[in-house]
Structure formats: structure tokens, C-alpha cells
């Protein structure tokens, strides 16, 4: 599985960014997606997840409310009212469905990656 991000920029605070990622060589349809991030000298964290189903989602406490995950053929992340504290690299992640409609937050859990957008925003 090849996962390719793409969307990122540069964004004034308040401002919206939509992320997307497809993958090529193959379907997303047997896995759950999610999006992480690695802020600049942090670790990667969680920001959301969707099942294959795309009943369930997940998301970061510090994201909800503001950003939403969604798929179809590819994996989408709206990101609104967007903060300075957003600024990182966003990836996107696929977790084979072992479980249906278990999503999870873990990056160790996630089997494949994509190689990152770079978000940055302003104040």
C-alpha cells in the first residue's frame, strides 16, 4: 500500500486547509485511515480516524470540534478554524480492519504511511 498526502500550505489562524490522501496500487476498502501529525521537535500524535465503514470516527481532543475525517475512494481530513499549534507535518496512515469498526489512536498500530504535508500556520 502507497499512501500519498497532499493539501498542506500555508494558512492564516482562523483558516481552513482540506488534506487528502490516496493511495495507488490498491483500495482502501479493508482498512481503517486515520491522520496523524509531528508538530516541530515533537513527537507524531494522533488527530483522527475513520473506519473502512466510515461509520466510526475518532478524534484528538484538541482537534474535535474543528476538524473532520471523512473517505470515499481516498481519505480526507477538513481542518477549520486552524491554530498556530496546528503547524506540523500531517500523515496519513492505514490500519488493515482486523476488527470491524475499531478504530485506533496508536501510531504503532497503523501498518502503512504516507510521507507527509506540511501545515503552517500563522498567527
Known amino acids: 500500500v502507497q499512501l500519498q498526502a497532499s493539501g498542506g500550505g500555508l494558512v492564516q489562524a482562523g483558516g481552513s486547509l482540506r488534506l487528502s490522501c490516496a493511495a495507488s496500487?490498491?483500495?482502501?476498502?479493508?482498512?481503517?485511515m486515520g491522520w496523524f501529525r509531528q508538530p516541530p521537535g515533537k513527537d507524531r500524535e494522533f488527530v483522527a480516524a475513520?473506519?473502512?465503514?466510515?461509520r466510526t470516527t475518532l478524534y484528538a481532543d484538541s482537534v474535535k470540534g474543528r476538524f473532520t475525517i471523512s473517505r470515499d475512494n481516498a481519505l480526507y481530513l477538513r481542518m477549520n478554524s486552524l491554530k498556530p499549534e496546528d503547524t506540523a507535518v500531517y500523515y496519513c496512515?492505514?490500519?488493515?480492519?482486523?476488527?470491524?469498526?475499531?478504530?485506533?489512536?496508536?501510531?504503532?498500530?497503523?501498518?502503512?504511511w504516507g510521507q507527509g504535508t506540511q501545515v503552517t500556520v500563522s498567527s
Open positions: 496512515a492505514a490500519d488493515f480492519a482486523r476488527m470491524a469498526e475499531v478504530v485506533r489512536s496508536r501510531p504503532a498500530d497503523y501498518d502503512y
Open positions: 496500487g490498491c483500495t482502501l476498502r479493508d482498512y481503517h
Open positions: 475513520i473506519s473502512r465503514t466510515a
